[in-house]
C-alpha cells in the first residue's frame, strides 16, 4: 500500500505560475512511475506528466515546455512546476504512482485555478 499526500495548488492569473508537490509513503519501494492527472469539471480525468523510476518523462501535449515534473527518490516526493498557466489548465489535480505490481494510488486533489 502506498499513501499520498498532495500540497500546493490555489488560485493565479494567467501567465502565472504554481507548483505542486506530493509525498508518498507506505510500500514506496514498489514505485515505478510517479505522475499527475488533471480533472477539469465536466471532463474526464487525463493524464498531465509522469516520471519513471529512472527519471524518464511523458508529457501531454497541452502542457509541453510549460510544466516540469521532478521526483526526490530519497524523500519519495515528487513536484509539478506549472508555468505560463492559462485558464484552460484549470483543474482538479490529483498525484499518482504506480506499483508493483500494477497498483494504482491517488492523491487526495488539489484545484488549480487560473483566471484570464
Known amino acids: 500500500q502506498v499513501q499520498l499526500v498532495e500540497s500546493g495548488g490555489g488560485s493565479v492569473q494567467a501567465g502565472g505560475s504554481l507548483r505542486l508537490s506530493c509525498a508518498a509513503s507506505g510500500s514506496t519501494g514498489s514505485i515505478y512511475f510517479m505522475g499527475w492527472y488533471r480533472q477539469a469539471e465536466g471532463k474526464q480525468r487525463e493524464l498531465v506528466a509522469r516520471i519513471s523510476v529512472n527519471g524518464n518523462t511523458l508529457y501531454a501535449d497541452s502542457v509541453k515546455g510549460r510544466f516540469t515534473i521532478s521526483r526526490d527518490n530519497y524523500k519519495n516526493t515528487f513536484d509539478l512546476q506549472m508555468n505560463s498557466l492559462k485558464p484552460d489548465d484549470t483543474a482538479v489535480y490529483y498525484c499518482?504512482?504506480?506499483?508493483?505490481?500494477?497498483?494504482?494510488?491517488w492523491g487526495q486533489g488539489t484545484q488549480v485555478t487560473v483566471s484570464s
Open positions: 499518482n504512482v504506480v506499483a508493483i505490481p500494477s497498483s494504482n494510488y
